[in-house]
């Protein structure tokens, strides 16, 4: 007869947002598996009142807000962040449409994965499915990156390719590209909890992990 293997104990992660939280809910549906091994200890945002921070309730997840106009320089907020995240003491952190550069405070101390709707290093940046069309590309999709000091400059660690139509419009796009973005998310911060992926390095000197 065979032992069972005793249930290892979740990986704790803190996930920011800073819109509808599409990518988080993802997320949260996985999360509620045993078997993902994957616990989401708190989400935080850049500002109050998002559908994001709502979603985090809806499932009983603690929420927090740090906001960059309540702190008198930008450094003092990527202070501030990193000791809010620091509060629940997360294995990694995941950017899921937090759209504001995270500084060397928040870098320093945790690997943060990041989602983005293009096939990077094509299209970095907050309009990456409008610049997409605007440049007539006729295949873009999302990749899951490790964050770094620069704007979508991290290493790639999954891709997903989505073709455009002639007829695409921006909304078409991205909810095509939201379709494979939101499985890949889960994937990679389901095996990366598990201990089933290894994340490439940044800058040379290896992610920075707690």
Request: one cysteine or more; charged letters at 20%.
């Amino acid at each position: 007869m065979t032992t069972p293997t005793p249930p290892t104990e979740p990986t704790g992660i803190v996930v920011l947002v800073s819109g509808s939280g599409t990518n988080l809910q993802a997320l949260i549906d996985a999360a509620a598996d045993p078997a993902y091994g994957v616990r989401i200890l708190a989400v935080g945002a850049d500002r109050a009142g998002i559908t994001g921070l709502h979603r985090a309730a809806a499932a009983g997840i603690p929420t927090f807000v740090c906001r960059v106009a309540d702190f008198v320089t930008r450094a003092e907020w990527d202070a501030g962040l990193a000791s809010r995240i620091d509060d629940h003491a997360p294995a990694f952190v995941v950017s899921a449409g937090f759209m504001k550069l995270l500084g060397p405070e928040v870098l320093g101390r945790w690997t943060v994965i990041n989602t983005h709707p293009a096939l990077l290093p094509s299209f970095p940046g907050a309009h990456a499915v409008r610049d997409a069309l605007a440049a007539g590309a006729t295949e873009t999709g999302c990749t899951v990156h490790v964050v770094d000091s620069g704007v979508d400059t991290g290493p790639v660690i999954a891709q997903a390719r989505v073709a455009v139509e002639q007829d695409d419009t921006e909304d078409s796009l991205h909810d095509r590209i939201k379709a494979l973005e939101h499985p890949l998310l889960v994937q990679v911060v389901g095996e990366v909890a598990r201990g089933e992926r290894s994340l490439p390095t940044v800058d040379g000197t290896g992610p920075q992990g707690r």
